[in-house]
């Protein structure tokens, strides 16, 4: 693992300002990545995910959203502090990024190959014809027949509209790819080969990744490390084996125990109690307090620090902290 | 001798489109037993949301015949279907889009109450709407609130109250919980149990997450493409899934776990068009033991163990 990281996600705040109330999206962020590495981001719905992943590519819809503090090093440059002209040449080449529903990330009127183009033109220049030509490879790499290039989006099927995407997102060869539940969308059988695909061009180009999912079974397939969040915050961060192995934090505990196992038999399913917090309105101390089943008196008051358990493995959780760990 | 609830037989349901007949659910018989549930799976376009529709006959079935309690569903006259109803109810998939957004929560619990005449007074109505609230565990306070002020959890619970007002022996549950997020998902799924505990009820779970229908259902059948294709029972099936698309199937499923590896099948392409469907297996074209038969003849379900149904020619060798 090398020292110098690609990315670097320092104490990022975003909030979202409606007329009466704030939103804290994300609070106190900190995540790095490597080259070549691939980080899972998992969550529930309002959690914070997607905001962050947009802040990293400035995509964030301004306002309402606001990027309070906080810095996102990218090879060593804020990519907070650097001029829209020069972000637009980032974005799409150095960083690109896959969105959740195939059905609506392309241009309907456009044909798929121009779309691919599009990015290839816009970054690397050249001619209309080697854009082309190199559109039509990228089609080829991720299993589609070239000669399906000069089709409209509508005449494919999900899998096929996911796959164009991703042809899409690495046809600049960028370093850095965002994937937001890029597979979502898609039926298991279809999901497999994505996730194939996905693997197989991730080995071959060296890219690093972080991809967004609420499916640990994705995670445990194709991360090699893991931050769960939780209302804005990365609650747990560590590698795949820290995660899956030797799961620290409460909440954590609670997701694993929340998906039937289609291994074992098991009577009934564990649920977290009670609902993710309104995010105009958290709760004092730590955000999961009113639903864990371990709350102390010090949880309701005090905002748990993340502290590494072991090597690369950090938890936000007081009962870990120095209480010692009660459910062990 | 097996109380059955419920008898599919030979259920057919044809589209028209431009492009031609397209074929949602051919020729599929099953039958559930009182009080157990059978899990329905397989990917978009394969027939199971179609199936689920047809038995209620919010879709009018091109053939076959639909028994419940020995009543055969698909001849009832508009009053009598009215009149069973009270009996078999559906909970539908995306709960922000099956309530209606101007209507209280008391108001779209109450309303099957209300069409089927079932209160006696203003009273009566009134406790019955709050005795279902708190059996599907919604607070109180709610009661006035509309859909848009609830979060997907409550308002899959409304749609369950809803389902659950004129007290069903049936339940058709379309995909109720792939809208909600994992903790929210346990929650209902915990309750859909309880429920069927208490009141003896019967369901047909639909859904397209394996993990969640094996965690619910009694019996698995697998569709792929308006055909059944595989009819087990729960562990058998998953140990030991003998069509080659069921393996696939459950190949597909990421494991959340670290220490099991599977050995993956991939299938190549999509699933074909429900449009005029090639005669033959329609699995035919994915599949990687296709035999020249299965191009010419279609497999039919066959019972190749006790309570063990596969349709497929690979097992006649």
Redesign the interface.
């Known amino acids: 693992m090398a020292n110098e990281k690609l990315l670097e996600i320092k104490n990022l705040t975003v909030h979202y300002q409606s007329y009466d109330a704030t939103v804290h999206a994300v609070e106190n962020l900190n995540l790095s990545l490597g080259n070549g590495e691939t980080l899972g981001l998992v969550g529930e719905t309002g959690a914070g995910k997607t905001t962050t992943v947009k802040s990293i590519m400035r995509i964030l819809p301004t306002p309402p959203a606001r990027v309070v503090s906080g810095e996102i090093f990218f090879d060593g440059q804020d990519l907070l502090k650097v001029s829209e002209k020069e972000m637009r040449k980032i974005r799409g080449k150095e960083i690109a990024m896959i969105f959740q529903d195939p059905m609506t990330s392309l241009n309907p009127v456009m044909t798929v190959a121009d779309q691919i183009a599009e990015v290839i033109r816009l970054h690397d220049g050249g001619s209309r014809a080697e854009a082309h030509k190199k559109a039509c490879d990228m089609l080829e790499l991720v299993g589609i027949r070239p000669e399906r290039g000069s089709d409209y989006p509508h005449q494919f099927s999900g899998g096929m509209k996911q796959r164009v995407v991703i042809a899409m997102a690495l046809a600049c060869n960028p370093r850095f790819l965002i994937a937001d539940e890029p597979t979502t969308a898609l039926d298991v059988t279809i999901q497999a080969q994505v996730l194939e695909l996905m693997k197989k061009l991730k080995a071959q180009y060296q890219t690093a990744m972080v991809m967004i999912t609420h499916d640990l079974g994705i995670v445990a397939e194709i991360c090699d490390y893991v931050a769960i969040m939780y209302a804005g915050e990365v609650v747990e961060y560590g590698t795949r084996e820290h995660i899956f192995n030797s799961t620290a934090h409460p909440y954590t505990k609670g997701l694993f125990a929340c998906i039937p196992d289609i291994f074992t038999e098991q009577n009934e399913l564990v649920p977290i109690n009670g609902l993710t917090p309104d995010p105009t309105d958290l709760p004092q101390g730590c955000r999961f307090n009113p639903r864990c089943p371990y709350a102390t008196e010090r949880c309701r008051q005090e905002h748990p620090e993340n502290v590494e358990i072991e090597p690369g493995h950090f938890v936000a959780c007081h009962l870990i902290n120095g209480g010692g760990n009660e459910n062990a | 001798m097996p109380d059955k609830l419920l008898e599919v037989k030979h259920l057919k349901k044809y589209f028209n489109t431009k492009n031609g007949l397209l074929h949602a659910v051919d020729d599929v018989s099953f039958d559930i037993e009182r009080g157990e549930t059978l899990g329905l799976v397989g ?2 376009g394969c027939g199971k949301s179609t199936i689920g529709r047809a038995i209620l006959r919010l879709h009018e079935p091109t053939g076959g015949e639909v028994l419940l309690n020995g009543v055969d569903v698909t001849k009832l006259n508009k009053q009598e279907l009215r009149a069973l109803r009270q009996k078999m109810q559906i909970v539908f998939q995306d709960p922000y889009s099956s309530l209606d957004g101007r209507k209280s929560v008391f108001e779209s619990i109450g309303e099957p109450l209300v069409i089927q005449k079932v209160c006696k007074s203003k009273k009566e109505y009134e406790e019955r709407v709050y005795e279902l609230m708190e059996t599907v565990g919604l607070a109180e306070r709610l009661v006035n609130a509309y859909p848009h002020e609830l ?1 997907g ?1 409550r308002r899959q619970r409304v749609g369950i109250a809803r389902a659950l007002a004129l007290n069903p022996e049936f339940l058709v549950l379309d995909e109720p919980v792939s809208a909600l ?7 209902v ?2 309750l859909m ?1 309880q429920l069927q505990k208490d009141r003896g009820l019967t369901y047909l779970f639909i859904s ?1 997450n ?3 229908v ?2 619910i259902s009694d019996r698995i059948a697998v569709m792929y493409l308006g055909r059944m294709v595989e009819l087990a029972d729960c562990k058998q099936l ?1 140990k030991n899934p003998v069509h080659p698309y069921t393996k ?2 459950l ?8 220490d ?1 590896k599977t050995e ?1 099948i ?2 190549e392409g ?2 074909p068009s429900p449009v005029n469907p090639a005669p033959g297996c329609r699995f035919a074209g994915r599949c990687a033991q296709c035999m020249e038969r299965c191009t010419a003849e279609q497999p039919e379900l066959r019972e190749i163990e006790p309570g063990h149904f596969v349709a497929c020619h690979l097992c006649d060798r």
Not at chain 2, 251 to 258: K, T
């Open positions: 990917e978009s979060d959890g997020d994992v903790s929210i998902q346990a929650q799924l915990n149990q397209h394996l993990s969640v094996k965690h998953f696939a199937l190949s597909a499923v990421p494991i959340p776990r670290l099991v993956r991939l299938l999509d699933v």
